[in-house]
């Protein structure tokens, strides 16, 4: 069964460092998320991309966050200078409408950011 | 504001007996919920979905119940087996949002 993929599953990074996390979703799958869960808290979203543009982000999603889709594979989210708080799980996500239910996502296995 | 509201930090079941875990919303925008089950060093997984036009969808062991007039969502394990040991997930979307608002989530533990 496909599955969406995460690399790193670790990440330490120094406070101020810029950090990017690799995401390779679902090959046919158009929509794409990052979420992130700080340890003891929900899952909160941050943003969603499609046609190479973002389509919603959340309060969180601020300029130090960017995304990317460099080639037909990846989703990438940049941290341009990371702070103490950004330390959480990161969570990437994709959907094909019309599968399992109009707003069914699937979800990676995470990245564990943590920054000193 | 917790907009998707899961009361029971956690729940204990015997193997074989029915888990029910419960969750409330308060946006009444909302129009499509899911339950995901999330293993500790794992994403969360899809279990089941449902919109809001319909009162229940079963698949297998699962069951998802709707009442929207008590913005109050229930996820139906039966039986439940020790696989089914995890958190699980209540989550909600609005319209043509494309963001998915969790709960915080329940610790399910299925005793022997």
């Known amino acids: 069964e496909p599955e969406v993929t995460q690399t790193p599953s670790h990440q330490v990074t120094q406070m101020g460092q810029e950090v990017i996390l690799r995401c390779v979703p679902i090959?046919?799958?158009?929509?794409f998320y990052w979420y992130r869960q700080i340890l003891g808290q929900k899952v909160e979203f941050l943003v969603s991309?499609?046609?190479?543009?973002?389509?919603?982000k959340s309060e969180i999603f601020d300029d130090q966050f960017s995304v990317e889709r460099p080639d037909g594979s990846n989703f990438t989210l940049k941290i341009r200078s990371t702070k103490l708080e950004d330390s959480a799980m990161y969570f990437c996500?994709?959907?094909?409408?019309?599968?399992?239910?109009?707003?069914?996502?699937?979800f990676g296995p995470g990245t564990r950011l943590l920054v000193l | 504001d917790q907009q998707v509201k899961q009361n029971s930090p956690s729940l204990s079941v015997q193997e074989g007996r029915i888990s029910i875990l419960n969750c409330d919303y308060t946006?009444?925008?909302?129009?499509?919920f899911l339950w995901y089950k999330k293993y500790p060093a794992e994403g969360p997984t899809f279990l089941i979905s449902?919109?809001?036009?319909?009162d229940k969808n079963e698949d297998g062991r699962f069951t998802v119940f709707l009442n929207k007039s008590a913005k109050h969502l229930s996820l139906h394990i039966v039986p439940s087996q020790p696989g089914d040991s995890a958190v699980y997930f209540c989550?909600?979307?609005?319209?043509?949002?494309?963001?998915?608002?969790f709960g915080k989530g329940t610790r399910l533990h299925i005793l022997p």
């Open positions: 996500a994709s959907n094909l409408p019309g599968t399992g239910g109009r707003k069914t996502q699937y």
């Open positions: 090959s046919n799958h158009l929509y």
């Open positions: 991309f499609y046609n190479n543009e973002i389509s919603e």
């Open positions: 946006n009444s925008m909302f129009d499509y």
């Open positions: 449902i919109s809001s036009i319909k």
């Open positions: 989550a909600a979307s609005e319209g043509r949002d494309d963001k998915i608002i």
